[in-house]
């Protein structure tokens, strides 16, 4: 049994040498491929984002382009302002009624990295914006 284990092993690393000399032959591949694969990247990047948000016929765009310009966070911030403390599938919901296409892992994320500066709380599974402490500052 030891001996085909050895085999087994040993083809094993036979393998991985061949993958290894087949990732280098990659990147030699790439490294010669790259400098024309960078300019039909840049162009083309932008442009689609852009174009449907300049129809100027419809007057209910102006306010969806405000919601798709709008950073999640901030989204997350305003459904929190508006009512309150929220579950992570509530905040989603209600996101997500305003056409938005957003997932309740993004939103988790979102409040993540929201929490960790400072920006909303978390308590018994429901997240809030902190508590403004304007009325203590002027003294």
Do not use: C
Not at 16 to 33: C, G, N, T, V
Not at 49 to 64: D, G, Q, V, Y
Not at 86 to 105: C, F, Q
Request: aromatic fraction near 2%; charge should be positive; glycine fraction near 8%.
């Amino acid at each position: 049994m030891d001996t085909s284990i050895e085999l087994i092993r040993t083809k094993i690393a036979e393998l991985e040498a061949k993958i290894a000399d087949l990732r280098i032959a990659e990147r030699e591949l790439q490294a010669l491929e790259k400098p024309p694969a960078r300019k039909t990247r840049l162009a083309p990047g932008p442009k689609p984002k852009r174009k449907p948000a300049e129809k100027p016929t419809e007057k209910p765009e102006p306010s969806e382009e405000g919601a798709a310009r709008q950073t999640i966070g901030a989204a997350i911030a305003n459904v929190l302002g508006q009512h309150g403390a929220l579950s992570v599938g509530e905040i989603a919901d209600l996101i997500k009624a305003t056409g938005r296409d957003i997932t309740n892992r993004t939103i988790s994320f979102s409040l993540q990295a929201l929490k960790k500066r400072g920006l909303v709380k978390g308590a018994d599974g429901k997240w809030s914006l902190p508590k403004t402490r304007s009325r203590q500052s002027p003294s």
